[in-house]
């Protein structure tokens, strides 16, 4: 917590039939980050950087995602 910023509100209205809730990881380095890909474009939209599997919980729990539903695109 700062003191002198406020956090952003976190948008969590993706609409579903629209997007879809993906993991995507380096090959490289194993970096993975929690995104939502436009299933049209395939566009990818980083939401969240996981470096623990705490992220990854609280990714679902604020998105409304469970962990089975995720894909991993490398």
């Not at 956090?7 to 090959?27: F, H, L």
């Not at 490289?28 to 919980?57: F, N, Q, W, Y």
């Not at 089975?68 to 490398?74: A, D, G, H, S, V």
């Amino acid at each position: 917590m700062s003191w002198f910023h406020r956090e952003k509100p976190v948008n969590t209205a993706w609409p579903r039939d629209r997007y879809e809730p993906v993991i995507r990881q380096s090959i490289c380095t194993g970096e993975k980050v929690a995104c939502m890909r436009d299933r049209s474009t395939g566009k990818l939209h980083e939401l969240v950087l996981i470096r623990e599997p705490r992220d990854l919980e609280g990714f679902c729990r604020d998105y409304g995602v469970s962990e089975k539903e995720l894909k991993t695109i490398y």
